[in-house]
């Protein structure tokens, strides 16, 4: 963990870590519930006018069968 957020030292790891497994019940329901509303937020937001363009160009494909937002495909010139 310390590599991908260089910035925290060990204790603040550790004590968010503890603060997570003391609290873990709690925690994971606010995430899902956050997760679900992002989803709801999605599905009634609805493909955006400039999200369907690029589709229909083959510029962004599907994730999960279209359950998680899109990617962009990349293109690398190997000359």
């Known amino acids: 963990m310390q590599f991908q957020h260089p910035y925290l030292n060990m204790s603040q790891i550790y004590s968010a870590l503890a603060y997570y497994w003391d609290n873990k019940q709690e925690l994971d329901a606010d995430i ?16 955006s006018p400039f999200l369907a363009r690029l589709r229909s160009q083959g510029i962004v494909g599907e994730v999960n069968g279209g359950h998680r937002p899109p990617y962009v495909l990349l293109a690398f010139n190997q000359t």
């Open 32 to 47: 899902e519930r956050r997760e679900e509303y992002a989803e709801r937020s999605r599905q009634e937001a609805g493909e």
